[in-house]
């Protein structure tokens, strides 16, 4: 928090004078860093100094340090689109993820992008079927509690043996991307998604190509294609690795769990 609060000098006065609590001034200092991270042009002083008193005025008008975070959080998005950064919901700088014991239990909570959401979807929506009881009647289970037991056998599956390199991706992600409109691709649970990030998930995919009538209605669907088979994926691996190159293609990153369907 120091360094943090060594620019913001009415957040350190109001700080030294009492005023300002531990937690409102970790909250301002995390919040002006976010917004400097978020800009793709960085934050100019006027500018840091103009977040800052926003940011204290809602402090001043009672708001909690959660709110502070949430309020610049929201500051964040804007500078983001005004600076040409990606939307909030592809930026993984965004991503959190954060647990703790109680009781013998695991609590936590996670903030994550798109592309991992509709990972999760897609990986737990396989094992979150309905179970019917012997006698015929209904699952008895909570949706929350169908969730909970979808991720145990999620990760009793994750750890697999064999060569993982070689097999096919544990969980697909499927993208849907209209020929005539490649900006408009979108992912089956989480929607819409920057043509940018389409292109990523490419890198690793199994490409399908759907015809569509005037009513949008499917009439034709070719065969799967694998853009990369499992050798060649290897292969492409093991050389990003050595050279430092991703996945040996530009726009690339080390996804390696998903494909992607068009």
Not at 26 to 33: M, Q, Y
Request: hydrophobic share 35%.
């Amino acid at each position: 928090m120091g360094a943090g609060l060594s620019s913001l000098d009415r957040t350190t006065g109001y700080f030294r004078d009492g005023f300002l609590s531990t937690e409102h001034v970790d909250a301002i200092v995390k919040g002006i860093t976010h917004i400097d991270d978020r800009s793709e042009v960085g934050v100019s002083a006027q500018e840091r100094t103009d977040f800052e008193s926003t940011l204290l005025s809602h402090v001043i008008s009672g708001a909690p340090p959660t709110e502070v975070e949430k309020i610049a959080r929201g500051l964040g998005n804007q500078i983001a689109a005004d600076t040409g950064g990606p939307p909030p919901a592809e930026d993984p700088s965004l991503n959190s993820f954060d647990f703790k014991v109680e009781e013998g239990r695991l609590v936590g909570r996670f903030d994550v992008d798109a592309q991992i959401a509709e990972k999760l979807h897609s990986a737990l929506g396989y094992w979150s079927k309905p179970r019917p009881q012997p006698d015929g009647s209904a699952d008895p289970r909570s949706k929350t509690q169908i969730r909970a037991d979808a991720f145990h056998q999620l990760l009793d599956c994750g750890g697999g043996g064999g060569d993982g390199l070689i097999s096919a991706p544990r969980t697909e992600v499927n993208v849907s991307v209209p020929a005539d409109h490649p900006n408009r691709a979108s992912l089956e649970w989480m929607g819409p998604i920057t043509e940018a990030t389409a292109a990523m998930l490419a890198c690793d995919s199994t490409i399908s190509f759907i015809t569509l009538d005037g009513q949008q209605v499917p009439i034709a669907m070719s065969p799967p294609k694998r853009l990369f088979s499992g050798l060649v994926r290897k292969a492409i691996i093991i050389r990003g690795e050595s050279v430092s190159a991703g996945m040996g293609r530009a726009g690339c990153s080390e996804e390696r769990g998903s494909a992607a369907t068009t």
